[in-house]
């Protein structure tokens, strides 16, 4: 259904990429050029790509520092298209104000306007999936299936959805005006940018056929999503579940640590993820073997799952240690690093491929549920609107609670055989 999807429940979106190592610095430099220069010298050693997916990278840089740039801002502007000379999406720049929002945004420290985005596949147009309660998308009346035209009057058109999301992002108590149809409608909404109330994790206990179960959504891999997972699962613990829920649903990822650290909450041992550089260096993460709970497991997916929720997602059917329901994941299998430069400003690029710990290279190809279990875009829309994802109208969640159910029997059933 959705291409990509991008969370700018903040002023900008880090929830799209798995980072790993985050904030790397580089020398200072002086000028303009030497900018240019910096950002080109990172990608020439560590892009994932040796072969730069088939640019003559020492013609970008001689044709680039052939340049005279009066300004930073003219640097900038190079920049971005210098770097847009990859065809990756992953790899961009970042001005300070936007690099400062990144930060902000993966400390799950969020401003910004509330929305999410997508572009939806048939009509490849940039949509409103849905916003965050509270916020002011919320309260000036953007909808699910918005179509957004313009952002401050520039047309939405030919722009990256990374790059819409920066348009939209900016320092609380500014504003930002968006055009949308909506059906044959054009309104335009100007809206004040605040901070949000960011929680990554939130959970309650269910009643099925089985008794008390826990449910917990995790809808970013944020620095505190890991300590907010830990709570969840340990309030359920004292409260006697018999199994969970994990709700991974429209999860675009985040970092690589945090979904390390998450999986090492439900996994006894073995591998979590593999990321292998453009040079074949393998880094390989392993589970410390002290899970938070050993009971049934039960991981909801979508098409929109990616990245660092595939991470998660690949390590516990890796493990068998959960059942996947729902439909085929995103297939991100590429790692970024955000490198620091000089003046403030950054660059996210692409720095590693990931496996799964069979040895699965899920990129462009997403993981394929054990139980599939779709929704049609009306019934997906109505989720959104109605906010009833995770209830007994949302069939995609009745179908892991049976599933849940089963494991939860066939649990208690091996556990009263005697013993040989």
Known sequence: MFKKIVAIAAIFTSTTLAIAPLLAKT??????????????????????DPAFNHQDWQAVRREYLSRTYTSKLAAYQAIDTMVAKLGDRYTSFFNPQEYQALNNDIDGQISGVGVKIAIERKTNTLIAISTIDGSPAA??????????????????????????????????????????????????????????????????IRSTATGKIGYIRLPEFTKTAPSQMASAIRSLEQQQVRGYVLDLRDDPGGLVT????????????????????????????????????????VVLVDRNSASASEILAGALQDDNRATLVGTR????????????????????????????????????????????????????????????????????????????????????????????
């Open 27 to 48: 020398p200072p430099s002086s000028s303009p050029k030497n900018l240019v220069d910096e950002v080109w010298q990172i990608i020439d050693r560590t892009y994932v």
């Open 139 to 204: 309260k000036a009346g953007i909808l699910p299936n918005d179509i957004i035209l313009k952002v401050n009057d520039r047309s939405t058109k030919q722009m990256k959805i990374e790059d819409v999301s920066k348009a939209i992002m900016g320092a609380v108590g500014t504003t930002v005006k968006l055009t949308v149809q909506r059906g044959s409608q054009v309104k335009t909404f100007t809206i004040t940018r605040a901070k949000i109330n960011s929680n990554p994790v939130t959970y309650s």
């Open 258 to 297: 945090a979904s390390v650290d998450i999986a090492n909450m439900w996994l006894k041992k073995g591998g979590i993820v593999s990321l292998i550089d453009r040079h074949q260096a393998k880094e390989s993460y392993e589970s410390a073997g002290h899970p938070l709970t050993d009971k049934p497991l």
């Open 329 to 420: 994941t995103f297939g991100k299998g590429v790692v970024q690093s955000v490198r620091q430069l000089s003046d403030g400003s950054a660059l996210k690029v692409t720095v590693a491929k990931y496996y799964t710990p069979k040895g699965r290279n899920i990129n462009h190809i997403g993981i394929e549920p054990d139980v599939a279990a779709d929704l049609s875009d009306k019934q997906l829309n109505a989720l959104i609107h109605d906010r009833t994802a995770g209830t007994l109208v949302d069939s995609q969640y009745v179908t892991a609670v049976a599933d849940l159910d089963r494991s939860i029997q066939t649990q208690a059933s091996q556990s009263q055989l005697p013993t040989q």
